[in-house]
């Protein structure tokens, strides 16, 4: 199985904010890399999808980027909604599998 | 709009079958290329991939369930289903069906459902 871990796994920050996280394959995936937002009691919702490709209605603040094992997602001015859980999920190959997540919280 | 719904007991004993339905609505589940997806998810912890299917295809199973898991597709009622035998209390998690786009680099997860919670207590 393809193990994928985020960092930091948790994190707190300001409304305005530029935030990254990461996310590492344990071998390379090429751009086979999803993000994913989940706010408590929530299904997860997509972000960004191939690694770079922001997902339709999604706000241009977010950002991917990264192939082979290092993809980063950047927020790059937070807003009082983007406080809540992140996701990578790797559809390489089966199982897919997900990071632990990466929970942002206000500071 | 793709709109899926999941349904079944919200609690099983354990050593029993768990059994979840996933009601597509919005959309024909046997149109498009898509994969549906069962993925679940403990408490406070992160997002497990169960399996999906392919309409006219077999299913992919994660190796870690895949000796008690069985998806399959009812498209005469565009539904597809999960069950998961022999349930012990690490079963107990948020259980939620999507449905999986492809592109060029994978496929990724546009619609879920609300999710539902099965606990396994007796």
């Known amino acids: 199985d393809i193990q994928m871990t985020q960092s930091p796994s948790s994190l707190s920050a300001s409304v305005g904010d530029r935030v990254t996280i990461t996310c590492r394959a344990s071998q390379s995936i090429s751009s086979y890399l999803n993000w994913y937002q989940q706010k408590p009691g929530k299904a997860p919702k997509l972000l960004i999808y191939a690694a770079s490709s922001l997902q339709s209605g999604v706000p241009s603040r977010f950002s991917g980027s990264g192939s082979g094992t290092d993809f980063t997602l950047t927020i790059s001015s937070l807003q009082p909604e983007d406080f809540a859980t992140y996701h990578c999920?790797?559809?390489?190959?089966?199982?897919?599998?997900f990071g632990q997540g990466t929970r942002l919280e206000i500071k | 709009q793709v709109q899926l719904q999941e349904s079944g007991p919200g609690l099983v004993k354990p050593s029993q079958t768990l059994s979840l339905t996933c009601t597509v609505s919005?959309?024909?589940?046997?149109?498009?290329?898509?994969?549906w997806s069962w993925i679940r998810q403990p408490a406070g912890k992160g997002l497990e991939w169960i399996g999906r299917i392919y309409t006219s295809g077999s299913p992919n199973y994660n190796p870690s369930l895949k000796s008690r898991v069985t998806i399959s597709v009812d498209t005469s009622k565009n539904q597809f289903s999960l069950k998961l035998s022999s349930v012990t209390a690490a079963d107990t998690a948020v259980y939620y069906c999507?449905?999986?786009?492809?592109?060029?680099?994978?496929?990724?997860?546009?619609?879920w459902g609300q999710g539902t919670l099965v606990t396994v207590s007796s």
């Open positions: 919005g959309g024909s589940i046997s149109s498009g290329s898509y994969y």
């Open positions: 999920h790797q559809s390489y190959s089966t199982p897919i599998t």
């Open positions: 999507a449905r999986s786009e492809w592109g060029e680099y994978g496929d990724y997860d546009v619609y």
